[in-house]
């Protein structure tokens, strides 16, 4: 699964694109700040992540 640095603490935070598409927030288990990525703003940004991840899990023939 893809994480990222919480921006706080930087412990690596999971989320699910599928989650981040529908505008779910996600929170670091580490000090608990919730993060919300507006899916409207990030749209095209978040549709190349993705795909670029799921040609990656192709390639290394993950799921």
């Known amino acids: ?16 694109f599928s989650n981040i598409m529908r505008g779910k927030d996600f929170t670091c288990s580490n000090c608990h700040i919730k ?3 507006s899916y409207d ?9 993705k795909e670029k991840l799921d040609k990656l899990k192709d390639e290394l023939d993950i799921d």
Request: hydrophobic content about 30%; aromatic content about 4%; glycine content about 0%.
């Open 1 to 16: 699964m893809p994480s990222i640095p919480c921006p706080e603490c930087k412990t690596q935070i999971e989320f699910d």
């Open 35 to 37: 993060i919300t990525l």
């Open 41 to 49: 703003d990030n749209k095209q940004t978040l549709i190349k992540a």
